[in-house]
């Protein structure tokens, strides 16, 4: 192994009784917990069930869209399937699910803390969750919504029979948890560094977990708002967006919007950070430009503001909006773009290893390409003009988030499980689950974009006949989708009891998470942390990776 | 008088300096503003964006708020910043006797703030203010004025309830000498509290003395 990577003397599992799983035990100790690592861990919990949820209606859907005519579901209840996939999806499952699980877990160990800035509130911002959560099952329960993730007026406020105010209530308290954990991680990234971990030391993770809280922090009061006023007009009949008293529909359109575009870059950005380690990790290469991957990022949360017209093309907004909008959301794919060419350059000459991790991770790239590039169609007017409204978009924003960020978020529970758990997966069920998310995922989507392009509009139950093929390939694929989405969950949960016990650095990976051992001890680390030295030092900087002496690939980890 | 003795002065958890730990409920906090002005800005957004598009009916509307009650307010809420910053340094300078004191007087200007206010959205329903059937006014857009109105100064209300509790707390806590004078909460309070009259001052010029130049 190069000697660029320190090695410090740490025993690989904590003494008994310090590992934060075991240190105390019972139902309240979790419950309670003030530990950002089981405070992870309860997210975990939380959001895996609101997977399901929303992947149950995910299921609903496809099994309608099988056959063009209506047979499982009416026209009332697949605008509530999908409106109640949306909503979970989006608030309650990919908004906070690499943040909080991943995040909450890493951000402390990677820049040396002992737990974030306020470990009180974190918990508290778990319960907000969870009520806003038990408030958006309830509006499932009720009978659901009929308006789309979306809540576009008028028809949220004065047409929509559904349980409006209650999935808006569900949204608005969620965004208090978003934002407390925001606050948080803001402030234990400015304030809680270890001695030596400069800024630009900061492993790249760290750097989008930064972005994104900032994003969170700017945009998800605007939502609040933006909900707040509707819950008024629905409510209270106070008029607002009601066209018929001097309201405009098309202003909640743009203060949604405002919120929802960098809103996907909340769901995004995260993942560019795991993407960078896994990439370094398994190419064993410092990562290519790292200033650059940050000015990246930081780009991208800011310029992220100023696009959120592209979803209005055809609103009726004046044609130099328009042009302008379009304008910034080409500017806005440049840093997106960087990023891939750095993850490519990165892995350029190095040695490249295809373990779960990083099959997940070159998914990600490839699947995110797509997804940006038919972004830049879609933020063509003339294009766009053709294919709004279509399942072009549904293909467009599926490949980013769910090709890209949910890839990102299997390929860092992979990566990561040794340390979350003290345990390794078993590398070859995780290989195959790996490619068959990738190849379930490409059948799944990528007949959306055909039928998109031919015209298939989005959100209808019943089609015409022509479509159909299409309709059943996407069908099946998401069988092989789900399938690779459920296999993982069962050799995750197999390893907890019969999986090899994992030494601290099974990856022979840089960053301070594995300077300690695995499981970490409640404090994280037995002595304080120094940094001397930038972060991935796979290798000496001015020599390329170790060709020669190459370690042997063992792909259960590194075994002491 | 040394609090350095007292329970919550000591380190907690993931600190390493009292100092670090202190800086971190200020900064927090101001993050957390920047929360809060984007939750606002949203709405003055739309404010701005109908009173360009309305603008006679706006004018027409907002002469029909209570100045009289708006300004009282206002001077009382000004006077409150006052008292609360005098807290806020006394605590740092730990002048037990004065904080107590400034605390109090900032909890009555604030329940002052909302007695008037009470007195004044009563008058509004009974001028039938209230949008909806019966609404006073015949311009097509004085509702949304109204709509806005209502809105605005209520969120503010809200607001000025949370911070009325936090300060409470607060001045029990430091009253039974339960929080050391030199936690960070006094100033973390203070900054929330002037917050929330910064966006009076932004309320009563757009609601109260638009239309009347
Ligand atoms: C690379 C830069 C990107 C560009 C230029 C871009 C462009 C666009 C455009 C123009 C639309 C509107 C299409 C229409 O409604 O007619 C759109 C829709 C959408 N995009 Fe992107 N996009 C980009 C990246 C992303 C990312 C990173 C995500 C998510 C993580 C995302 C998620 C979405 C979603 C959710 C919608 C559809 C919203 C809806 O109508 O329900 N996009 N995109
Ligand atoms: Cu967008």
């Not at chain 1, 789900?482 to 949960?493: D, E, R, T």
């Not at chain 2, 809200?158 to 030199?182: D, E, K, N, Y």
Request: aromatic share 16%; proline share 6%; net charge neutral.
């Amino acid at each position: 192994m190069s000697e660029a990577l320190v090695q410090r003397d740490i025993p690989d599992a904590p003494a008994p009784g310090e590992s934060y799983l075991t240190a105390e035990t019972g139902l309240a100790s979790w419950l309670l917990t003030t530990d950002h690592k089981r405070i992870a861990l309860l997210y975990m919990a939380a959001i895996t069930i609101f997977f399901f949820l929303g992947g149950a209606a995910a299921v609903a859907m496809r099994i309608e869209l099988f056959t063009p005519q209506a047979d499982l579901l009416s026209d009332d209840a697949y605008n509530r399937a999908f409106t109640f996939h949306g909503v979970v999806m989006v608030w309650f499952f990919l908004l906070p699910s690499i943040p909080n699980i991943l995040g909450n877990f890493l951000l402390p160990l990677m820049i040396g803390a002992k737990d974030l800035a306020f470990p009180r509130l974190n918990l508290l911002s778990w319960y907000i969750f969870i009520i806003a959560g038990t408030l958006a099952i309830y509006t499932l329960l009720a009978g659901g919504v009929d308006t789309g993730w979306t809540f576009y007026t008028p028809l949220s406020t004065a047409f929509a029979n559904g349980h409006v105010l209650a999935a808006a209530g569900a949204v608005f308290i969620a965004g208090f948890s978003t934002i407390a954990t925001a606050v948080n991680f803001i402030t234990t990234v400015h304030l809680l560094r270890a001695p030596g971990m400069r800024w630009f030391r900061l492993p790249l993770f760290v750097w989008a977990i930064y972005a994104t809280s900032i994003v969170m922090v700017l945009a998800t009061p605007v939502l609040a708002m933006v909900l707040l006023l509707i819950f008024a007009e629905r409510a209270f009949d106070i008029p607002i967006f009601d066209p018929l008293r001097g309201g405009d529909p098309i202003l909640f359109q743009h203060l949604f919007w405002f919120y929802s575009h960098p809103a996907v870059y909340i769901m995004v950005l995260p993942s560019f950070g795991v993407i960078s380690e896994l990439v370094a990790c398994y190419a064993r290469r410092r990562v290519f430009g790292y200033s650059f991957m940050v000015y990246a990022i930081l780009w991208i949360a800011l310029v992220g503001f100023l696009v959120w017209g592209h979803h209005m093309f055809v609103s009726g907004q004046s044609m130099l909006a328009n042009l302008a909008f379009s304008f910034l959301s080409f500017v806005v794919a440049v840093p997106s773009a960087i990023k891939v060419f750095n993850w490519t350059a990165t892995l350029y000459r190095g040695q490249i290893v295809f373990d779960a991790p990083m099959i997940y991770a070159l998914g990600f790239i490839g699947l995110f390409t797509i997804g940006g590039l038919t972004g830049l169609f879609l933020a063509s007017i003339p294009v766009d003009v053709h294919v709004t409204d279509t399942y072009f978009v549904v293909a467009h924003f599926h490949y980013i988030m769910v090709g890209g960020a949910v890839s990102a978020l299997y390929g860092g529970l992979a990566f990561w499980w040794p340390k979350i758990t003290g345990r390794l997966y078993p590398e070859g069920w995780a290989r195959f689950g790996a490619v068959m998310m990738f190849f379930g995922f490409s059948f799944t989507f990528f007949p959306m974009f055909v039928m998109g392009f031919l015209g298939m509009p989005r959100r209808y139950h019943v089609y015409v006949p022509e479509f159909q093929v299409w309709h059943v390939l996407a069908s099946a694929g998401a069988v092989v989708l789900a399938a690779a989405y459920l296999l993982p969950m069962g050799y995750f949960a197999w390893s907890l009891v019969w999986g090899r016990r994992a030494p601290a650095n099974p990856w022979e990976a840089t960053g301070l998470e594995w300077q300690t051992a695995s499981p970490p001890p409640v404090e994280n680390f037995v002595t304080p942390p120094v940094v001397t030295q930038a972060p991935y030092g796979y290798h000496p900087e001015d020599a390329g990776p170790p060709a020669l002496d190459r370690a042997a690939h063992r792909p259960q980890g590194h075994q002491p | 008088m040394s609090d350095a003795a007292m329970p919550g002065a000591a380190l907690r958890k993931p600190w390493r300096s009292l100092r670090r730990q202190r800086e971190a409920a200020g900064f927090g906090l101001w993050v957390f503003l920047g929360s809060e002005v984007m939750f606002f800005a949203c709405a003055l957004t739309g404010y701005a964006v109908y009173r360009t598009l309305w603008s006679e009916d706006f004018a027409a509307a907002a002469r029909e708020t209570n100045v009289v009650y708006g300004t009282l307010n206002t001077a009382i809420l000004l006077t409150s910043s006052l008292t609360m910053a005098a807290a806020a340094e006394g605590a740092r300078a730990g002048l037990r006797r004065l904080t107590l004191a400034c605390l109090a007087a900032t909890i009555a200007f604030g329940l002052a703030f909302l007695v008037v206010k009470g007195f004044e959205y009563r008058e509004d329903i009974e001028k039938h203010l209230v949008p909806g059937p019966g609404f006073a006014l015949e311009a097509a857009a004085a509702q949304v004025f109204f709509a806005f109105y209502w809105l605005l100064t209520g969120v503010h209300a809200l607001h000025m309830s949370i911070g009325l509790g936090v300060t409470g707390t607060l001045l029990w806590q430091a009253w039974r000498r339960r929080r050391p004078l030199r936690s960070p909460a006094f100033e973390a309070a203070g900054l929330y509290w002037h917050f929330v009259d910064i966006v009076w001052i932004f309320l009563y010029p757009l609601l109260y003395l638009a239309g009347r130049s």
